[in-house]
């Protein structure tokens, strides 16, 4: 049980163009969803928290505009980068919490955006 | 700024002995405490929780808490190869978790 699903699992664009990344829980429902980047050999960053049917709660410093976030069902969340520039060249990885009463969360396997 | 801190290492032990990872916290607050395992390139993976002062055993896994001393380990026995990888300390303050930068182990054969 608690599995969660990235897709892609890589994806190459150019500079200026949208990338949109999906995460699924596959056997639990999911009110809540977790967005981190993080940046080779360094430690995860938390970008937002995304809960189902409401908007997302972005951390200090990260862009709204930039990185949208739509958890339409308690399944899926996902994140899109918006004229997506060499800078957010990044490993993306999101999470869910297993159950909404713990703090267990569980995380997809990533997301590694390279943008020429 | 609530901080979590963790020996960026590189840590190596031999096969078959005992690990110990270290992370302290700045939050006393704290009520929930995490280790995860990160392969180079692959997403986090849960190891184990604890919530509550003292040891907590799973398999060659022992998480050890002091909510006094602000400070949460663990502890790999007979150690393997396969454990080489860095571990995460996460530690949950109100609404925030938060990631320690890591400890890189190192396991030779």
């Known amino acids: 049980g608690a599995v969660v699903s990235q897709h892609p699992s890589w994806v190459i664009c150019k500079s200026g163009t949208s990338v949109k990344i999906e995460c699924r829980s596959l056997?639990?429902?999911?009110?809540?969803m977790f967005w981190y980047r993080q940046f080779p050999k360094q430690s995860l960053m938390l970008m937002a928290t995304?809960?189902?049917?409401?908007?997302?709660?972005?951390e200090q410093g990260v862009e709204k505009d930039k990185f949208l976030i739509n958890h339409a069902s308690l399944t899926l969340s996902t994140l899109t980068v918006t004229s997506a520039h060499p800078e957010d060249s990044s490993f993306y990885i999101c999470?869910?919490?297993?159950?909404?009463?713990?703090?267990?969360?569980?995380f997809g396997p990533g997301t590694r955006l390279t943008v020429l | 700024q609530k901080e979590v801190e963790q020996n960026s290492g590189p840590l190596s032990v031999p096969e078959g002995a005992i690990a110990s990872l270290n992370c302290t916290y700045s939050?006393?607050?704290?009520?929930?405490f995490f280790w995860y395992r990160q392969y180079s390139g692959k997403s986090p993976e849960l190891i184990m929780s604890?919530?509550?002062?003292g040891d907590k055993e799973d398999g060659r896994f022992t998480a050890q808490l002091n909510k006094a001393s602000q400070y949460v380990s663990l502890l790999i026995r007979d150690s393997q190869p396969s454990d080489s990888a860095t571990y995460l300390c996460?530690?949950?303050?109100?609404?925030?978790?938060?990631f320690g930068a890591g400890t890189r182990l190192t396991v030779k054969p």
């Open positions: 999470s869910a919490k297993y159950l909404a009463q713990t703090d267990t969360q569980y």
């Open positions: 056997d639990f429902q999911a009110t809540t």
């Open positions: 995304s809960n189902e049917g409401s908007k997302a709660t972005y």
């Open positions: 939050d006393r607050g704290s009520q929930s």
């Open positions: 604890i919530y509550s002062n």
């Open positions: 996460a530690v949950k303050s109100g609404n925030d978790m938060r």
